[in-house]
Nanobody, 118 residues
Framework: VQLQAFGGGLVQPGGSLRLSCAAS????????SGWFRQVPGKQREWVASINSGGTTSYAESVKGRSTISRDNAKSTVDLQMNSLKSEDTAVYYC?????????????WGQGTLVTVSS
């Protein structure tokens, strides 16, 4: 299973950005999909997740400003972020828990940098 994340970049405070992550490989089912972020020197923190039924959850820091969505047919998960703040600057990682012929496992994408700055 491989994850390809893209969509990061430089955005001004108050702006918007959409991150996308595509999973590929011999996947029977994507159980949950999510986004995490990490700032140098700090632990990786959870941002948002969505399960196979479409139920979403958000960290308080992004709630109301972000929307996570998934396309099961395309095995993609997106994170739309609005009203971005400087504290949203981080490397964003997508994460999926999938069922394969080998059982259930979690996988990480390579990370995409989001910089919020004027």
């Amino acid at each position: 299973v491989q994850l390809q994340a893209f969509g990061g970049g430089l955005v001004q405070p108050g702006g918007s950005l959409r991150l996308s992550c595509a999973a590929s490989g011999n996947i029977f089912r994507i159980v949950t999909s999510g986004w995490f972020r990490q700032v140098p020197g700090k632990q990786r923190e959870w941002v948002a997740s969505i399960n196979s039924g479409g139920t979403t959850s958000y960290a308080e820091s992004v709630k109301g400003r972000s929307t996570i969505s998934r396309d099961n047919a395309k095995s993609t998960v997106d994170l739309q972020m609005n009203s971005l703040k400087s504290e949203d600057t981080a490397v964003y990682y997508c994460n999926v828990v999938v069922d394969t012929i080998r059982g259930r496992s979690a996988y990480w994408g390579q990370g995409t940098l989001v910089t919020v700055s004027s």
